[in-house]
């Protein structure tokens, strides 16, 4: 919990009564719960701090855990079953904590072939990467799909997702990520800070930018009526108009609750077709080191979670 705005240090330990389910709801024993960029901003005084108020409030929207508990008319889980989920984005979900309660439709089970700490990271970034390559872009087979920062928190599910799907994908990143992306089933690395990709890759049916960094260079290199999603929040209206001018979708995504987007995460997790790279697993009493290590820009390009013993 957090009881004021600022750096990684307002984040405390404190004992508050658990949250019980009303009809529709189930409670969940926590896990494991992943760390985001949103869950730092928010912390902060940006994200989603618009939504949540003014502090008092808990951070963190990932949940893997156990349910302990269901509301009248919950017929998809019962007390014991393992589930994951994003609860309530970009309402308050409190997921730096021992309990949960959201709509049972907020989870799903947890996947067989994922660890406790694998499915805990998984949600946002996962829905994210689902809702933008499935629900947004509609990539299909054969389709060229470039993304920037492929080997991201996000990028290195949104290569995977695409590629399964029979995308011919080419993910910027550096040179030294370019095994690990090939891995994941990228047909091709650019190293962002020697490769100018405009000279390498045109008409392209999408293009994913993860950094908010290439949005007209990006316009560029896409066929008309290919789509441009740009991640980062706040889309330039001159890049809005841009598009539209050359007949080029233009868009945001802000991720949101998805059970359809969780199964269909499971399913590729289940055929071997996804998979999540963790960076590093801290207790939930060291939140705060753990928020420290995202913002510090040195951290490998995998997820940081937090265990809750």
């Not at 949250?19 to 494991?32: L, N, S």
């Not at 960094?213 to 441009?228: D, K």
């Given at each position: 919990m957090q009881r004021q705005?600022?750096?990684?240090?307002?984040?405390?330990?404190?004992?508050?009564?658990?949250?019980?389910?009303?009809?529709?709801?189930?409670?969940?024993?926590?896990?494991?719960?992943?760390?985001?960029?949103?869950?730092?901003?928010?912390?902060?005084?940006?994200?989603?701090?618009?939504?949540?108020?003014?502090?008092?409030?808990?951070?963190?929207?990932?949940?893997?855990?156990?349910?302990?508990?269901?509301?009248?008319?919950?017929?998809?889980f019962a007390v014991g079953d393992e589930v994951f989920g994003m609860p309530w984005f970009p309402r308050q979900a409190g997921a730096y904590a021992e309990y949960v309660t959201a709509?049972?439709?907020?989870?799903?089970?947890?996947?067989?072939?994922?660890?406790?700490?694998?499915?805990?990271?998984?949600?946002?970034?996962?829905?994210?990467?689902?809702?933008?390559?499935?629900?947004?872009?509609?990539?299909?087979?054969?389709?060229?799909?470039?993304?920037?920062?492929?080997?991201?928190?996000?990028?290195h599910l949104a290569v995977q997702i695409a590629a399964a799907?029979?995308?011919?994908?080419?993910?910027?990143?550096?040179?030294?990520?370019?095994?690990?992306?090939?891995?994941?089933?990228?047909?091709?690395?650019l190293d962002y800070r020697d490769d100018d990709f405009d000279r390498e890759v045109a008409d392209l049916d999408s293009v994913i930018d993860f950094t908010g960094?290439?949005?007209?260079?990006?316009?560029?290199?896409?066929?008309?009526?290919?789509?441009?999603v740009s991640v980062p929040s706040g889309i330039d209206p001159a890049l809005l108009a841009l598009g539209a001018e050359q007949r080029k979708r233009v868009t945001g995504i802000l991720v949101e609750p998805d059970p359809v987007g969780l199964a269909g995460l499971c399913d590729l997790i289940e055929r071997g077709k996804l998979e999540i790279e963790i960076d590093r697993v801290f207790d939930l009493e060291d939140a705060a080191a753990a928020h420290r290590r995202a913002e510090s820009g040195g951290h490998g390009a995998g997820k940081i979670v937090l265990r809750v013993p």
């Open positions: 705005l600022g750096g990684p240090e307002v984040l405390r330990v404190e004992e508050v009564e658990a949250p019980e389910p009303i009809p529709t709801e189930v409670q969940v024993r926590v896990r494991a719960a992943g760390v985001n960029p949103v869950d730092c901003k928010t912390r902060q005084g940006k994200g989603m701090t618009a939504v949540l108020g003014a502090p008092p409030f808990t951070v963190g929207w990932d949940v893997c855990g156990e349910v302990t508990a269901v509301g009248g008319g919950v017929t998809r709509p049972s439709r907020h989870f799903a089970g947890k996947p067989h072939a994922f660890s406790v700490e694998e499915a805990g990271a998984l949600p946002l970034a996962g829905l994210t990467a689902w809702q933008i390559v499935v629900d947004t872009i509609r990539v299909q087979d054969g389709d060229d799909v470039l993304v920037h920062g492929g080997a991201g928190g996000v990028g799907r029979g995308a011919n994908v080419i993910a910027t990143a550096r040179r030294e990520q370019a095994d690990l992306l090939d891995r994941l089933g990228a047909a091709r690395t960094a290439y949005g007209e260079r990006s316009l560029a290199v896409l066929r008309p009526g290919g789509t441009l």
